[in-house]
Protein backbone atom coordinates (compact mmCIF):
# COMPACT_ATOMS: atom_id res chain seq x y z
CA UNK A 1 0.00 0.00 0.00
CA UNK A 2 1.64 3.17 -1.22
CA UNK A 3 2.23 5.42 2.19
CA UNK A 4 2.03 8.93 -0.06
CA UNK A 5 0.07 9.43 -3.20
CA UNK A 6 0.45 12.66 -5.15
CA UNK A 7 -3.21 13.19 -7.04
CA UNK A 8 -1.49 14.31 -10.35
CA UNK A 9 1.96 12.66 -12.18
CA UNK A 10 2.23 16.31 -14.13
CA UNK A 11 0.72 19.85 -14.00
CA UNK A 12 0.96 22.60 -16.58
CA UNK A 13 0.10 26.45 -15.45
CA UNK A 14 1.03 29.53 -17.46
CA UNK A 15 4.04 32.22 -16.27
CA UNK A 16 2.40 34.33 -13.07
CA UNK A 17 -0.66 31.37 -11.72
CA UNK A 18 -0.98 29.73 -8.45
CA UNK A 19 0.38 25.94 -8.97
CA UNK A 20 -1.58 23.75 -6.74
CA UNK A 21 0.31 19.85 -6.10
CA UNK A 22 -2.33 17.83 -3.83
CA UNK A 23 -0.65 14.95 -1.84
CA UNK A 24 -2.21 12.52 0.68
CA UNK A 25 -1.16 9.87 3.17
CA UNK A 26 -1.86 6.99 5.10
CA UNK A 27 -0.56 6.60 8.39
CA UNK A 28 -1.07 9.01 11.18
CA UNK A 29 1.79 8.63 12.67
CA UNK A 30 3.63 10.99 10.18
CA UNK A 31 4.40 14.23 11.53
CA UNK A 32 6.84 15.81 9.08
CA UNK A 33 5.91 16.35 5.85
CA UNK A 34 8.55 17.57 3.02
CA UNK A 35 8.32 18.71 -0.08
CA UNK A 36 11.19 18.25 -2.65
CA UNK A 37 11.98 20.03 -5.73
CA UNK A 38 13.82 17.93 -8.77
CA UNK A 39 15.41 19.31 -11.44
CA UNK A 40 16.63 17.35 -14.48
CA UNK A 41 20.10 15.75 -14.07
CA UNK A 42 19.91 16.55 -10.31
CA UNK A 43 19.23 15.04 -6.85
CA UNK A 44 16.07 15.89 -4.78
CA UNK A 45 16.44 19.16 -2.69
CA UNK A 46 14.46 20.04 0.29
CA UNK A 47 12.48 22.69 -0.56
CA UNK A 48 9.89 23.62 1.66
CA UNK A 49 8.41 21.13 4.88
CA UNK A 50 5.38 21.35 7.57
CA UNK A 51 5.53 19.59 10.72
CA UNK A 52 1.88 17.82 11.83
CA UNK A 53 1.34 20.52 14.67
CA UNK A 54 0.77 23.45 12.06
CA UNK A 55 -1.68 23.66 9.26
CA UNK A 56 0.11 25.86 7.62
CA UNK A 57 3.58 26.97 6.51
CA UNK A 58 4.55 29.83 3.98
CA UNK A 59 8.19 30.47 2.50
CA UNK A 60 8.21 33.54 0.02
CA UNK A 61 6.12 31.93 -3.40
CA UNK A 62 5.94 28.63 -1.96
CA UNK A 63 3.38 27.83 1.03
CA UNK A 64 2.07 24.26 2.35
CA UNK A 65 -1.64 24.12 3.76
CA UNK A 66 -1.87 20.85 5.77
CA UNK A 67 -4.97 19.23 6.80
CA UNK A 68 -4.32 16.51 10.13
CA UNK A 69 -8.15 15.23 9.88
CA UNK A 70 -8.37 14.59 6.02
CA UNK A 71 -4.53 13.73 6.10
CA UNK A 72 -4.03 15.59 2.84
CA UNK A 73 -1.91 18.15 1.77
CA UNK A 74 -0.97 20.55 -0.72
CA UNK A 75 1.74 22.82 -2.25
CA UNK A 76 0.85 25.78 -3.50
CA UNK A 77 3.36 27.94 -5.63
CA UNK A 78 2.46 31.72 -6.19
CA UNK A 79 2.98 33.80 -9.47
CA UNK A 80 4.96 30.43 -10.80
CA UNK A 81 7.59 31.15 -13.00
CA UNK A 82 9.41 28.76 -15.65
CA UNK A 83 12.15 28.48 -13.59
CA UNK A 84 9.32 26.76 -10.98
CA UNK A 85 9.24 24.24 -13.94
CA UNK A 86 10.62 20.60 -11.72
CA UNK A 87 9.20 17.69 -10.39
CA UNK A 88 8.03 18.15 -7.24
CA UNK A 89 8.00 15.40 -4.69
CA UNK A 90 5.99 15.28 -1.59
CA UNK A 91 7.06 12.94 1.00
CA UNK A 92 5.97 12.24 5.21
CA UNK A 93 7.92 10.96 7.82
CA UNK A 94 7.90 9.95 11.38
CA UNK A 95 10.56 9.78 14.18
CA UNK A 96 12.23 6.02 12.59
CA UNK A 97 14.38 7.90 10.25
CA UNK A 98 12.18 6.12 6.86
CA UNK A 99 10.84 9.17 4.53
CA UNK A 100 8.19 7.77 2.16
CA UNK A 101 7.74 9.53 -1.41
CA UNK A 102 4.92 9.75 -3.26
CA UNK A 103 5.55 9.29 -7.24
CA UNK A 104 6.36 13.28 -8.01
CA UNK A 105 4.37 15.68 -9.83
CA UNK A 106 6.21 17.21 -13.00
CA UNK A 107 5.22 20.85 -13.44
CA UNK A 108 5.39 22.65 -15.98
CA UNK A 109 5.22 27.01 -16.28
CA UNK A 110 4.85 27.94 -19.51
CA UNK A 111 5.66 31.42 -20.29
CA UNK B 1 29.27 23.89 2.64
CA UNK B 2 27.33 20.35 3.19
CA UNK B 3 27.38 18.27 0.35
CA UNK B 4 26.76 14.83 -0.60
CA UNK B 5 28.77 13.47 -3.26
CA UNK B 6 28.27 10.22 -5.62
CA UNK B 7 31.01 8.46 -7.94
CA UNK B 8 30.84 7.69 -11.08
CA UNK B 9 27.92 9.72 -12.10
CA UNK B 10 27.72 7.79 -15.54
CA UNK B 11 28.62 4.34 -15.61
CA UNK B 12 27.95 1.31 -18.60
CA UNK B 13 27.90 -2.24 -17.70
CA UNK B 14 26.96 -5.89 -19.30
CA UNK B 15 24.55 -8.16 -17.40
CA UNK B 16 27.11 -10.56 -14.78
CA UNK B 17 29.29 -7.92 -14.01
CA UNK B 18 29.84 -6.34 -10.51
CA UNK B 19 29.07 -2.32 -9.84
CA UNK B 20 30.14 -0.57 -6.85
CA UNK B 21 28.50 3.19 -6.46
CA UNK B 22 30.19 4.96 -4.25
CA UNK B 23 28.82 7.73 -1.78
CA UNK B 24 30.32 10.17 0.61
CA UNK B 25 29.18 12.82 3.19
CA UNK B 26 30.86 15.81 4.66
CA UNK B 27 28.22 16.29 7.41
CA UNK B 28 28.82 13.53 9.85
CA UNK B 29 25.48 12.75 9.24
CA UNK B 30 24.83 8.95 10.77
CA UNK B 31 22.15 7.71 8.50
CA UNK B 32 22.48 7.57 4.88
CA UNK B 33 20.09 5.83 2.40
CA UNK B 34 20.65 4.69 -1.30
CA UNK B 35 17.19 5.09 -3.77
CA UNK B 36 17.15 4.08 -7.14
CA UNK B 37 14.57 6.53 -9.28
CA UNK B 38 12.93 5.37 -12.46
CA UNK B 39 10.26 7.56 -14.61
CA UNK B 40 6.95 7.72 -13.01
CA UNK B 41 7.25 5.49 -9.91
CA UNK B 42 9.27 8.23 -7.88
CA UNK B 43 12.31 7.17 -5.10
CA UNK B 44 12.26 3.98 -4.06
CA UNK B 45 14.65 3.00 -1.37
CA UNK B 46 16.91 0.19 -1.60
CA UNK B 47 18.65 0.14 1.81
CA UNK B 48 19.52 2.84 5.23
CA UNK B 49 22.35 2.82 6.99
CA UNK B 50 21.96 3.96 10.64
CA UNK B 51 25.99 4.46 11.45
CA UNK B 52 28.96 1.92 10.50
CA UNK B 53 28.44 -1.37 9.88
CA UNK B 54 24.66 -0.80 10.70
CA UNK B 55 22.24 -1.32 7.93
CA UNK B 56 18.67 -1.95 7.34
CA UNK B 57 16.75 -3.72 4.06
CA UNK B 58 14.55 -1.04 2.60
CA UNK B 59 11.94 -1.57 0.20
CA UNK B 60 13.72 -3.29 -2.82
CA UNK B 61 16.59 -4.70 -1.45
CA UNK B 62 16.73 -7.44 -4.07
CA UNK B 63 19.86 -7.84 -5.78
CA UNK B 64 21.76 -5.31 -3.77
CA UNK B 65 24.16 -5.12 -0.99
CA UNK B 66 25.99 -2.20 0.95
CA UNK B 67 28.85 -1.68 2.67
CA UNK B 68 29.60 0.83 5.54
CA UNK B 69 33.06 0.84 7.00
CA UNK B 70 33.00 4.76 8.13
CA UNK B 71 30.57 7.16 8.84
CA UNK B 72 31.07 9.44 5.70
CA UNK B 73 31.22 7.16 3.23
CA UNK B 74 28.40 4.35 1.94
CA UNK B 75 28.78 1.87 -0.78
CA UNK B 76 25.62 0.16 -3.00
CA UNK B 77 27.41 -3.20 -4.47
CA UNK B 78 25.12 -5.17 -7.60
CA UNK B 79 26.76 -8.53 -7.92
CA UNK B 80 26.18 -9.55 -10.92
CA UNK B 81 24.09 -6.81 -12.64
CA UNK B 82 20.74 -6.94 -14.48
CA UNK B 83 19.29 -5.46 -16.99
CA UNK B 84 16.22 -4.29 -14.68
CA UNK B 85 19.17 -2.68 -12.43
CA UNK B 86 19.55 -0.20 -15.05
CA UNK B 87 18.23 3.03 -13.26
CA UNK B 88 19.51 6.17 -11.53
CA UNK B 89 20.53 5.47 -7.96
CA UNK B 90 21.16 8.36 -5.46
CA UNK B 91 22.09 8.28 -1.93
CA UNK B 92 21.23 11.36 0.74
CA UNK B 93 22.32 11.20 4.37
CA UNK B 94 20.51 13.01 7.49
CA UNK B 95 21.48 13.67 10.76
CA UNK B 96 20.58 11.18 13.56
CA UNK B 97 20.01 13.84 16.06
CA UNK B 98 16.54 15.86 15.49
CA UNK B 99 17.45 16.80 12.07
CA UNK B 100 14.97 15.70 9.65
CA UNK B 101 16.16 16.95 6.39
CA UNK B 102 17.68 14.71 3.96
CA UNK B 103 20.21 16.02 2.04
CA UNK B 104 20.53 13.46 -1.66
CA UNK B 105 23.50 13.72 -4.12
CA UNK B 106 23.60 14.18 -7.52
CA UNK B 107 22.85 10.70 -9.03
CA UNK B 108 24.24 7.57 -10.31
CA UNK B 109 22.96 6.70 -14.11
CA UNK B 110 23.83 3.27 -13.88
CA UNK B 111 23.25 1.67 -17.46
CA UNK B 112 22.75 -2.63 -18.08
CA UNK B 113 23.46 -4.17 -21.18
Known amino acids: QQQVRQSSQSLTVWEGETAILNCSYE??????FPWYQQFPGEGPALLIA?????DKKEDGRFTIFFNKREKNLSLHIKDSQPGDSATYFC??????????FGDGTQLVVKP | DMKVTQMPRYLIKRMGENVLLECGQD?????MYWYRQDPGLGLQLIYI???????SEGDIPKGYRVSRKKREHFSLILDSAKTNQTSVYFC????????????FGPGTRLTVL
Open chain 2, 27 to 31: MSHET
Open chain 2, 92 to 103: ASRSGTGGYEQY
Open chain 1, 91 to 100: AAMSSNNRIF
Open chain 1, 50 to 54: IRSVS
Open chain 1, 27 to 32: NSAFDY
Open chain 2, 49 to 55: SYDVDSN
